[in-house]
């Protein structure tokens, strides 16, 4: 079993490192598909880790760090008011199509 499925927590680029036994940039630059030099031997390591791990890289993690996020953050006075449903429904439809061609 492995930790994702034990604790029900995602695992993270900490814990693949850790058993690789490697640094946690290390693992970053070879599950990133860098081209920093890797040698094949940490290399295969890392990626048997993450695949014993069942490691699923963070989506939102990564757009964070490319500043390109894909997220919008919402505050509304009631979630049950349908005015407001209907608003964030249409943000919804409306933002992944921004995603792609709305200057930023």
Known sequence: ?????????PTNLRQ???LAGVSVATASRVLSG??????????RRVEG?????????NARAQGLLRR????????????GDPYFAEM????QQV???????CPT
């Open 88 to 91: 964030v429904e249409g943000l």
């Open 68 to 79: 390109n996020p894909r997220s919008v953050g919402v505050i509304v006075g009631d979630v």
């Open 34 to 43: 860098s081209d920093y030099p890797v040698t094949e031997q940490l290399r």
């Open 95 to 101: 933002a992944p199509r921004c995603w792609t061609r």
């Open 49 to 57: 880790a993450a695949t014993e791990l069942d490691h699923v890289p």
């Open 16 to 18: 693949v490192a850790e």
């Open 1 to 9: 079993m492995t930790r994702s499925q034990s604790s029900g927590q």
